[in-house]
């Protein structure tokens, strides 16, 4: 059984940010003003986010910031100057689906952790292992994956593993659908995703309906709820257990949170013998937000009806409030102030003096330490009517007040007949939590002369096109007429046979899902006798079967 676990809880605006840390999380995961797959979330503009970051770090929470969309060349540019500021606060990782950004992020930030996002479709010990070795710190598995092919990923890789646990299910594989740029226009890979997949739609065949009125959302997911199985997801190697739900709102994040929080750390003190679900947490789950049922997903499943939606919501829902008033009353309206102990000096002759001590510690247990500042101020004076007394020391010091902290613990150290007017006391009290603040936060902190290499005006440098004259032309494998090649790919006989006899062409990319494997050698030598290149187009979407497929038929790719 593991120790550790990382419950990492969706952030659509500060405030669900907020909720996250007071409900529980480990880290918080949220989009800024650019490049997010949640473009119509409430996302923070960088000021805010800053301060996001400072507040995660002060209550023990790392932060994550979405930077997975894909990205047009032209944007590129403006990536650098969009993370600097998140890099030098002390952002934790950056979560990534384009491969462009992705090397972009390893050379400009080189220290800055990149989790390969969901968006990526990683399916199996292949691509995590690929991208592991190009610098990924954690693999966001693809939501379709079993249990099973997940374990395979960490036994194979030894991959931090972060995977779905809570919230909606697309119908199609993540970073794979254009349902919404076809119909509706909006690319859910550059964040606008219309929920196209939510409509009701009707199924035909030869013209007729197959499916009656009262079943028309076929495309419509129910959204998983994993609270029975956590402890499998646990043992088969997933480190953190990520909630879905940027698009709403702080309750609904405080509330998934807190249960979530309950169980792992059920799980994780008592083990699966004392491990048992609630049915009243189960109903929580569902007043919060009810979409048709819920799921345990494809992790011991590969598809099935009782997954999908399928009828329409009721339009009345009775409302819990209850719990509504309890979730926003204890998490997201909540204030969080964390312990500290504190020392206060006060000698007669001597300057004032306050020493304040905060443990620091992660939630999951990393991080651990104590901070420690020390300020001093005025001189205390010789009382000439009425000294101050310890009891008027520790209520002044004590007023905490707008600060993140309170007071686990005050000593008050007094000699001689000292007078200290108040002004000095609430003075020494504010600058004290004001530079244990800066010295919580400065360990997170990176300093611009880090950045290797320094600020360019660009993404990348701009170079020279090659020489496409006559002179210039070059033929390396004898293939190829000058340094460009035209290469095209084929999926049907007919097309092969075609593209085979055009001499432009410089190779030929066989789809392996439309030429059978008994084919490759054959029309690999009628391209090499026709002067071409050939090359083997593998599936978009690489699992079990297509391992066991091509592994089967290794031979014939010799």
């Known amino acids: 059984m593991k120790n550790k676990v990382e419950i990492l809880a969706p952030a659509g605006s500060f405030e669900s940010m907020k909720a996250a840390v007071a409900a529980g999380a480990d880290a918080v995961y949220i989009g800024g003003s650019r490049f ?47 993370l600097e500021p998140y ?41 995590a292992g690929l991208m592991m070795g190009l610098g990924a710190s954690r693999i966001v598995t693809a939501r379709e994956l079993s249990l099973q092919e997940i374990r395979k990923i960490y036994e194979q890789t030894g991959a931090e593993i972060e995977s779905f646990v ?20 909006r690319s859910g890979n550059r964040g606008r995703c219309a929920q196209t997949c939510r409509l009701p739609f009707e199924v035909k065949r030869d013209g007729k309906t197959l499916n009656n009125k009262e079943e028309r959302y076929v495309l419509s997911l129910k959204d998983l709820c994993t609270l029975d199985i956590l402890p499998e997801l646990v043992e088969a190697g997933i480190y953190s257990m990520k909630i879905e739900g940027r698009m709403k709102s702080p309750r609904y994040t405080a509330g998934v949170v807190s249960i979530y929080r309950k169980y792992v750390d059920l799980y994780l003190e008592k083990g699966r013998k004392g491990y048992r679900v609630e049915k009243e947490d189960r109903q929580r789950l569902l007043d919060l937000f009810d979409r048709g049922g819920q799921t345990e997903g494809y992790y011991r499943q590969h598809n099935g009806r009782d997954m999908v939606v399928m009828k329409e919501k009721p339009s009345f829902r009775q409302e819990n ?3 509504y ?7 997201v309206e909540a204030e969080l102030k964390e312990p500290v102990s504190g020392t206060v000096a006060v000698k007669e002759g001597e300057p004032l003096s306050l020493t304040l001590r905060f443990e620091r510690n992660m939630r999951d247990g990393q991080m651990p330490g104590t901070v420690e500042v020390t300020v001093a101020g005025e001189e205390a004076q010789q009382a000439k009517n009425q000294p101050v007394t310890e009891e008027k020391i520790a209520k002044q010091i004590g ?13 008050v150290e007094m000699e001689g007949n000292p007078f200290v007017p108040v002004q000095e006391l609430n003075e020494l009290r504010r600058r004290g939590f004001a530079a244990l603040e800066e010295e919580i936060q400065s360990s997170f902190r990176r300093k611009i002369k880090e950045l290797l290499p320094e600020r360019e005006s660009g993404a990348s440098e701009c170079k020279t096109a090659p020489d496409m004259s006559e002179s210039g032309a070059e033929d390396k494998d004898g293939l190829g007429k000058g340094p460009y090649s035209l290469n095209v790919s084929v999926e049907e006989p007919e097309q092969f046979e075609t593209v085979l006899e055009e001499g432009s062409v410089d190779g030929i990319y066989l789809d392996s899902a439309h030429f059978d494997a008994v084919l490759w050698n054959e029309l690999a030598n009628r391209c090499h006798h026709a002067g071409k290149r050939c090359f083997l187009v593998l599936p978009h979407i690489f699992r079990e079967e297509a391992f066991r497929y091509f592994d089967a038929n290794k031979e014939l790719l010799a």
């Open 36 to 82: 997010g797959a949640r473009a119509y979330a409430d996302n923070p503009g960088e000021d805010m986010l800053l301060e996001a970051i400072d507040y995660a770090h002060l209550h023990g929470c790392r932060l994550y910031l979405t930077v997975n969309t894909l990205v047009k060349e032209k944007e590129l540019e403006g990536l650098y100057e969009y």
């Open 87 to 127: 890099y030098r606060q002390g952002l934790d990782a950056a979560i990534v689906q384009d491969m462009g950004v992705f090397s972009y992020i390893k050379e400009k930030f080189p220290d800055l952790p990149v989790h390969a996002s969901t968006q990526m479709t990683i399916t199996g010990p292949q691509g």
């Open 166 to 185: 809570h919230g909606a299910l697309c119908y199609c594989y993540s970073g794979q659908c254009l349902f919404s740029s076809l119909i509706g226009g």
């Open 321 to 323: 409030r209850e719990l």
């Open 325 to 331: 008033q309890y979730l926003d009353e204890t998490y």
């Open 399 to 411: 007023k905490t007040g707008n600060t993140p902290f309170y007071f686990r613990e005050l000593n």
